[in-house]
Structure formats: structure tokens, C-alpha cells
């Protein structure tokens, strides 16, 4: 389960992304349309700003905007920038590999050997799926259902 900070960083992309190129938008905004406490969301935008995700402009028009194209940006690298590894073990992590202290051989772990499977098949739809693809999957079930709902990212991986 993603945690609660990269489901509103999440949010928070694809509506700056529902904006379109240099369009900007203040965290007060984001967070009233997207349901997210303002105070949460202006750390999770300064993270994402460290990360390169997104840039800050400032005045009348100023707040908060994409910096990367949302067909380049993956889940997955958003993911690992606000949570860290994606993998369920630390011994299948791509990024931040480590032993598992209590494991004898890697090899014959039981264990290791089915969430192997499960994080490889997680991880392929993670690396593949970008941000555009939320926002496209969100638009056609929105569209099937007649109205946008409240909560559009729900509906994006369905």
C-alpha cells in the first residue's frame, strides 16, 4: 500500500498536470480542490520542488508547476522520491539493496522467492505507467461514469 503522503503528492502532480505547460497553481488551491490539509501538501510540494518535479513561480499568477513532461514521469519514480524503495524486502529493492539481517541464504528463501514475483509484476506496471496515463485512465472512467467524482485519482489505476 502506497502511503498517505505519495497518494497526495500523486494528487497533487496530475491536477498541475491537468493544467497544461506552465500553468501555476497555489498550494491553497491544490489543496482545497483535492481534498488535502494545505500544511501537508506545502512539505510534500517542497519535496517534490527538491526533486525536480516542480518548480515554484511567484506573484499574482505564482504557485506551484510542472517541470516534467507527465508522459516522462513514472509512478514509480514518484513513488521512490516520496516514500523511498517500492520493494516489499529489502533484499529486492533496485535502489537501496541490503541483506535481510535474519536470512540465511537468499537463494532458498521461500519467502524472498514469492514476493520476488509480486514486486516484478508491480514494479514492470509502475515503471511503465506515467502520469498522463493516470490522468487518461481517470477522463475514461469519469467519462463511462457521465461526471467527474470528488476524489478523480481514485479511479486512475482501475
Do not use: W
Request: charged share 25%; with cysteine.
Amino acid at each position: 500500500m502506497i502511503s498517505q503522503r505519495s497518494r497526495y503528492a500523486l494528487k497533487a502532480l496530475i491536477h498541475l498536470a491537468r493544467l497544461g505547460p506552465g500553468a501555476a497553481r497555489s498550494t491553497r488551491l491544490i489543496a482545497q480542490n483535492e481534498q488535502i490539509p494545505a500544511a501537508f501538501l506545502e512539505q510534500i510540494m517542497l519535496d517534490l520542488k527538491r526533486a525536480g518535479f516542480v518548480s515554484s513561480k511567484r506573484g499574482k499568477e505564482g504557485g506551484y508547476q510542472l517541470d516534467k513532461l507527465p508522459e516522462k514521469l513514472t509512478l514509480a519514480t514518484i513513488l521512490r522520491q516520496i516514500d523511498g524503495p517500492v520493494a516489499p524486502l529489502p533484499c529486492l529493492s533496485r535502489t537501496a539493496y541490503r541483506r535481510c539481517e535474519d536470512c540465511g541464504d537468499e537463494a532458498t528463501c521461500g519467502l524472498r522467492a514469492i514476493l520476488s514475483e509480486t514486486h516484478e509484476a508491480t514494479l514492470a506496471i509502475l515503471e511503465k505507467r506515467t502520469l498522463a496515463e493516470a490522468i487518461a485512465r481517470a477522463d475514461l472512467n469519469s467519462s463511462e461514469l457521465g461526471a467527474f467524482g470528488q476524489d478523480v485519482f481514485a479511479g486512475a489505476f482501475i
